[in-house]
């Protein structure tokens, strides 16, 4: 069963514009971890934000923030004011520490942004 | 900031070859994990290391085989090579116990191609 689902595949949007990508999580543990990787077109997988199960506390930084709501199992995030260098695969990933042996990630299966100038 | 390094970052292989990848994680980081991605997948857990012992094991073929060193750097064997394998393999690292959710730091990946 898939654990990390991204619905959407692929956005488009206009430079400046705001964006949310969308996550849901599926887990029976009460313990877990949720992030967010980038991906560019270079290939590299880079770390955005981390969050684990306990702390619902939503977060700003810079043109990024984040709405974890366990309630509807969902972690999403949000790029303000968007900029071609945003354009990139954008993945959600889980980290059961119940269930799921050591930490593993299990990553849905991504999304494409793209932002046009 | 130090990195995660991964060699050789692009390789080519012919079928049923065999290949070496190699990982160099992050000073002071004990754990140790592979992954693959397949061209337009998601990243998919092959095999993790703590502390030199493996720590789990998720779809890697029995023609596969990791271990990492006592300088905490891991090599991936890959033996056998068939067309599907043909993938961007990355490592990650990330500090502390295996199972602690710390975030796992990627290297640039190895793209393997089989020809």
């Known amino acids: 069963a898939q654990k990390v689902t991204q619905a959407q595949t692929e956005i488009s949007v206009v430079e400046k514009e705001d964006v949310t990508l969308d996550c849901v999580y599926e887990?029976?543990?009460?313990?877990?971890?949720l992030f967010w990787y980038k991906q560019p077109p270079s290939g590299e997988l880079v770390f955005l934000i981390r969050r684990n199960s306990f702390d619902e506390q939503n977060e700003i930084s810079g043109r990024y923030s984040w709405n974890f709501q366990k309630s509807t199992s969902s972690f999403n995030f949000t790029i303000t004011a968007s900029q071609v260098v945003d354009s990139a695969v954008y993945f959600c990933a889980l980290s059961e520490l119940e269930t799921g042996a050591n930490s593993k990630l299990t990553f849905g299966k991504g999304i494409t942004l793209s932002v046009r100038p | 900031a130090a990195g995660v390094i991964q060699s050789p970052r692009h390789l080519i292989k012919e079928k049923r070859e065999t290949a070496t990848l190699k990982c160099y994680p992050i000073p002071r980081h004990d754990t140790v994990y592979w992954y693959q991605q397949g061209p337009g997948q998601d990243p998919q857990f092959l095999i993790s290391?703590?502390?030199?012992?493996?720590?789990d094991k998720g779809s890697i073929p029995d023609r596969f085989s990791a271990q990492q060193f006592s300088d905490y750097h891991s090599e991936l064997n890959m033996s056998s090579l068939e067309l599907g394998d043909s993938a961007l393999y990355f490592c990650?690292?990330?500090?502390?116990?295996?199972?602690?959710?710390?975030?796992?730091?990627f290297g640039p990946g190895t793209r393997l191609l089989v020809l």
């Open positions: 990650a690292s990330s500090p502390g116990l295996a199972g602690s959710g710390e975030t796992q730091y």
């Open positions: 887990t029976r543990d009460t313990t877990y971890y």
């Open positions: 290391f703590y502390e030199k012992m493996q720590s």
